[in-house]
């Protein structure tokens, strides 16, 4: 493309210029900004909200499990299709995390991981399936999953729950310890993150998932295995759930069998905050990443700054209706753009 | 395509192309009903206490918000949208009864003032996907989160409790000598409102044509945004109307009531046989489809089984429902893609080009 394009270089069109550039436009920066001002502000309110050795670490581990969760939510919305169903499989896996740990002694740490992700990618797998293959609109097959897991759960778990007492120490340290200051629960999930994006950035079926979200019917015109990477999709989100769960043992200790409920509406809220467009195809991990530790730390914040925190919910609803008012916004400023630049290109 | 149809003299509506018997009866909604009327028997036959006056009382009673604002969601979503936040407008129009009244207006004053608070909350709804032209499972998941978190900051965790017996009484009470609790008065009033201008108006027979087709609908002269405005503003005041119920019935306002309540509704909706992608549904399959989740959580609780596994049922069903819907869908295209393959090896033969 710039072999051809004969018009004099102007200035400003360094490589690095355009890397500043595409920073400060991106959609996730004005939302990382939206989360320093949060944190700053608090900050200044309480110091011990940023400085006091357990602020600071609250501030990393509280949304490290939302994010796991928002991570997956991202996926299935970047194909068109919402999976409704994550905050129940973070309860049936969290519930089993304990139970592997009770009924059976000195299970190896890693097991349990082994376990609760299988598990997660299963129920996962069974939403891709039903989704991809008898074509039905994911948020109805979703919504009926969420029932169905949320109601297994409650019928094995009944009205006991996991205990502190009943997790080994070494996996309860998890929830706590920290490698160099950061939490590892934050560890994992930024590992996590950092994968997934660049999967969806570098990888060729990660593309294909823009692809298929942009336009399902070209997409399948195209070639792509639409089936196939519709499932994949729901499998990641399971998976990643079902990790979220088994962490979720480990950071609270307390199972019960209402574990994560309401999860999937944090989780959509977080991915639609940083970006992700709900009609598919646009937005990455980075932004709904960054929508979760927001959302998250606005519900810390706001008892500090001097809000009750009954209000959390509505400060909650209103980002994720303002960010999707500015997404309509810059869409509609780009689509002018555009139209600008071609009466210009003619 | 258009080759078929100008040498076809006589068309053929596929809707009118089955016996009229098998039209009525062969549907989703007949089905559903069916559906229905088992369960009863079978609870009936089976369950002890299932024909006592005070189950249907309580059924009733318990299904009643679910019911009302089934009818307004039903036409939402036959326009191929959705809202999820009435549960939380039913929260907000509850509190907003119980600091009224708590702070000295007459009670009839609060209960419209929250019908009007839930009929803003529908406007602020439409007016977020029709003028901005936002999608609206974002647009009411973020409503969904505003309008509970309202609720529950202007409550925080206290719960009024204090209304005038004579309201509570009359949202307890039933009908003189039936079983039947008096808040199916309005529902069967509003029903029928619905009923008749969901299938008889030219209003009603738009929605199915902004669902099927929404560009088609709008160059065929309706006014998309308006209609749709409307149907939003429609589910706020009958949630707000539900919430106002909702308080009376249980004499208590706070601001979690009727959490979690929008997935029922949906679920109710969808497996009464309205399809999610619009353009499909009837009213009687979806109040049947209300009554079937409740009919079969009612029978299943006297029975002894726990609520959890209605929830599976639940669940199940509506899973059962649209997968059912494409499976038929899929041996139907086969049947005729054979049929079809049988013709045209048959016409190939005698002549060909």
């Given amino acids: 493309m710039t072999a051809v394009d004969t018009r004099p270089v102007q200035p400003g069109s360094s490589a690095a210029t355009a890397l500043v550039r595409r920073i400060a436009t991106a959609r996730e920066t004005g939302i990382l900004i939206a989360l320093l001002l949060v944190i700053v502000a608090a900050t200044i309110a309480n110091p011990s909200f940023l400085f006091s050795n357990d602020g600071f670490r609250d501030l990393l581990l509280t949304p490290s499990l939302l994010l796991l969760v928002a991570i997956g939510s991202a996926v299935v919305i970047i194909t068109r299709n919402v999976d409704l169903s994550v905050g129940s499989i973070v309860g049936l896996s969290a519930y089993l995390t304990g139970r592997m740990f009770i009924d059976i002694p000195g299970i190896p740490l890693i097991g349990v991981f082994v376990g609760g992700v299988l598990l997660g990618g299963l129920l996962g797998l069974i939403n891709g399936a039903l989704v991809a293959f008898a074509r039905v609109p ?39 310890d920290r490698i160099l200051g950061i939490p590892i629960l934050t560890v994992i999930a930024v590992v996590v993150l950092i994968a997934a994006a660049w ?75 940083g970006g992700v ?36 919910r509505a400060v909650v609803g209103v980002l994720i209706i303002g960010s999707i008012v500015l997404d309509r916004v810059l869409a509609v400023r780009q689509h002018r753009r555009l139209i600008a630049q071609r009466e210009v290109d003619r | 395509m258009t080759a078929a149809t100008t040498s076809a003299p006589a068309r053929v509506y596929k809707l009118h192309a089955r016996p009229a018997w098998r039209r009525v009866l062969l549907t989703r909604e007949t089905a559903i009903i069916a559906l229905l ?15 006592s006056p005070l189950t249907v009382t309580y059924l009733l009673r318990d299904v009643a918000p679910i019911l009302l604002i089934a009818l307004p969601m039903t036409l939402i979503i036959i326009t191929e949208e959705i809202d999820l936040s009435v549960a939380s407008i039913v929260g907000l129009s509850s509190v907003t009864t119980g600091i009224l009244t708590n702070a000295g207006w007459p009670f009839e004053l609060a ?15 439409g007016f977020l996907v029709t003028v901005v032209g936002l999608p609206s499972l974002a647009v009411t998941i973020g409503t969904l989160a505003l309008f509970r978190g309202v609720a529950v900051g202007l409550l925080g965790t206290t719960a009024i409790t204090d209304f005038p017996e004579v309201w509570t009484d009359i949202a ?48 065929s002269g309706i006014d998309v945004g308006r209609t749709k405005f409307v149907l939003f503003v429609f589910s706020g005041a009958v949630s707000g109307f539900a919430g106002v119920y909702f308080t009376l019935l249980y004499s208590n306002a706070r601001g979690d009531n009727a959490l979690g309540m929008e997935l029922q509704v949906i679920a109710a909706v969808l497996l009464g046989g309205v399809s999610i992608f619009g353009g499909r549904g009837a009213l009687h399959g ?18 002894g089984v726990t609520s959890d596994i209605i929830n599976v049922i639940t669940g199940v069903l509506l899973i059962a429902s649209v997968v059912s819907g494409s499976l ?10 054979a049929i079809g393959k049988r013709k045209g090896r048959a016409g190939a033969s005698s002549d060909a080009p």
């Fill in chain 1, 138 to 176: 994911a948020l109805v097959i979703t919504l009926g999953t969420l029932y169905i897991y949320r109601g297994i759960n409650v019928a094995w778990a009944g009205s006991d729950r996991i205990n502190a007492s009943d997790l080994p120490s070494d996996f309860r340290a998890l929830g706590t």
């Fill in chain 1, 199 to 273: 999967y969806l950035r570098n990888l060729r079926s990660g593309r294909e998932l823009y692809a298929i979200g942009s336009d399902p019917a070209a997409a399948h015109l195209y070639g792509l295995k639409v089936t196939r990477r519709v499932i994949a999709a729901f499998v990641v989100s399971g998976a990643l759930s079902g990790l979220a769960g088994v962490l979720y043992a480990a950071r609270y200790g307390t199972v019960s069998s209402a574990a994560g409920f309401g999860w999937e509406l944090q989780a959509i809220g977080a991915a639609v905050i």
């Fill in chain 1, 277 to 312: 467009a709900i009609s598919g195809g646009v937005g990455t991990v980075w932004g709904a990443a960054i929508g979760a530790y927001l959302l998250l730390t606005i519900n810390r914040a706001l008892p500090i700054l001097g809000i009750d925190d009954f209000w959390q």
């Fill in chain 2, 37 to 51: 009327l088992i369960v009863i028997a079978v609870a009936l036959a089976t369950v002890r206490n299932f024909d």
């Fill in chain 2, 111 to 125: 209960a419209v003032a929250a019908i009007l608070v839930g009929t803003f909350c529908g406007v602020v709804n």
């Fill in chain 2, 172 to 219: 307890k009470a039933n009908i003189p000598g039936t079983p039947i609790p008096v808040i199916m008065i309005p529902f069967a009033i509003l029903a029928i409102v619905f009923a008749v201008l969901l299938h008889f108006t030219p209003f009603g027979r738009s929605l199915y044509a902004i669902g099927l087709n929404k560009e088609a609908a709008q160059f």
């Fill in chain 2, 286 to 303: 979806v109040i049947a489809g209300v009554l079937l989740i409740g009919t079969l959580g009612s029978a299943l609780r006297l029975a």
């Fill in chain 2, 328 to 337: 038929l869908g899929w041996l139907q295209k086969r049947r005729t893609a």
